[in-house]
């Protein structure tokens, strides 16, 4: 989560993982949120990027929104492994 603080890269990905988790239905608590938000960040900012768009300019927004497209994904990769 570039452009952001430790604090707020935190706050940030635990909202945008709670969020995928409940979208996705998933029991999932509060640090694993902050952990899927965090990680989720980097994989949607990836996936953005393949696209073309870039979320990397800081704003908490953009930050939060790559977030929680990459918790989804994150979620939704675990549980089709998983089976």
Same mark, same amino acid.
């Given at each position: 989560?570039?452009? =952001?603080?430790? =604090?707020?890269?935190? &706050? &940030? #990905?635990?909202?945008?993982?709670?969020?995928?988790?409940? $979208?996705?239905?998933?029991?999932? +608590? $509060?640090? @694993?949120?902050?952990? !899927? +938000? $965090?990680?989720?960040?980097?994989?949607?900012? *990836? @996936?953005? %990027? =393949?696209? %073309? !768009?870039?979320?990397?300019? %800081?704003?908490? !927004?953009?930050? #939060?929104?790559? %977030?929680?497209? +990459? *918790?989804? &994904? =994150? $979620?939704? !990769?675990?549980?089709?492994?998983? +089976?």
């Amino acid at each position: 989560m570039q452009g =952001l603080g430790w =604090l707020a890269a935190i &706050v &940030v #990905g635990g909202l945008a993982g709670w969020i995928a988790s409940s $979208i996705m239905k998933a029991d999932t +608590g $509060i640090f @694993l949120n902050v952990i !899927l +938000g $965090i990680v989720g960040a980097v994989v949607g900012n *990836a @996936l953005l %990027g =393949l696209v %073309g !768009l870039n979320a990397q300019a %800081g704003s908490w !927004l953009a930050q #939060g929104v790559a %977030g929680l497209i +990459g *918790a989804v &994904v =994150l $979620i939704w !990769l675990y549980r089709a492994v998983a +089976g």
